[in-house]
């Protein structure tokens, strides 16, 4: 099956710090997924993005397909962005399951 | 925005005994996941479902795992006789509409299986 790497596995970042976050995969994929987990353990989904950028707000998301791997931007860091980060893939058909990276544990200091 | 919702959001359960997780995906969606997630490891597939059957499972999804999507809105996950090694939270999920194809799943609130 389709192999997800995330690093760095931990970051430990001062608020107002930026930071990028990579995930590279084995594969070529139709969906790539970008999450959140929140110290109450639910995955916040913060992007859907099999290819291309997207932004939203402090956050930025680039895919780069033909070169597997794909960039989370977290600008200006809050506290409340601590918690870790997933990334997901799937490269089947209709009924495709998702492959989790193993996550980015970030904790934002004041 | 439509969402995945998730009950009970903490189930404590003795080993042994049978435990049924459900889950009420958006209405539209076309198929249906369940995924774990032992604490401080990564999520873990277990099933997919489409059109009532099981379209793909995980080696972890053994005998003593079974779903079900009673009626049109509920999608449940069985755990026959749990053990101690089933402590765990579990993600519900779906995705796929007709209306819009995209593959992007979207996942439930998790519901926390603590196994005594």
């Known amino acids: 099956g389709i192999q997800v790497e995330q690093s760095p596995p931990d970051l430990i970042l001062q608020e107002g710090a930026n930071s990028t976050l990579r995930c590279n995969f084995s594969d070529s994929v139709n969906n790539l997924q970008w999450f959140h987990q929140n110290p109450w353990g639910q995955l916040i989904n913060l992007f859907y993005?099999?290819?291309g950028t997207k932004q939203n707000g402090r956050l930025s998301a680039t895919t780069v397909a033909t070169e597997r791997y794909s960039l989370l931007y977290i600008s200006s860091s809050q506290t409340t962005d601590s918690g870790v980060y997933f990334c997901?893939?799937?490269?089947?058909?209709?009924?495709?399951?998702?492959?989790f990276g193993t996550g980015t544990k970030l904790q934002v200091i004041p | 925005e439509p969402e995945v919702t998730q009950t009970p959001s903490h189930q404590v359960t003795q080993m042994g005994q049978e435990v049924i997780l459900r889950c009420v995906p958006i209405?539209?969606?076309?198929?249906f996941y369940w995924y774990r997630q032992i604490l401080g490891q990564k999520v873990e597939f277990l099933v997919s479902f489409y059109n009532n059957e099981i379209s793909e499972k995980s080696e972890i999804f053994d005998d003593q795992f079974s779903v079900e999507r009673p009626d049109g809105s509920n999608f449940t996950l069985k755990i026959r006789s749990t053990k101690l090694e089933d402590s765990a939270m579990y993600f519900c999920?779906?995705?796929?509409?007709?209306?819009?194809?995209?593959?992007?799943?979207?996942f439930g609130p998790g519901t926390r299986l603590t196994v005594t």
């Open positions: 999920a779906s995705s796929l509409s007709l209306q819009q194809w995209r593959y992007e799943q979207y």
């Open positions: 993005i099999p290819s």
């Open positions: 209405s539209n969606h076309l198929y």
């Open positions: 997901a893939v799937g490269n089947s058909g209709g009924y495709q399951k998702v492959t």
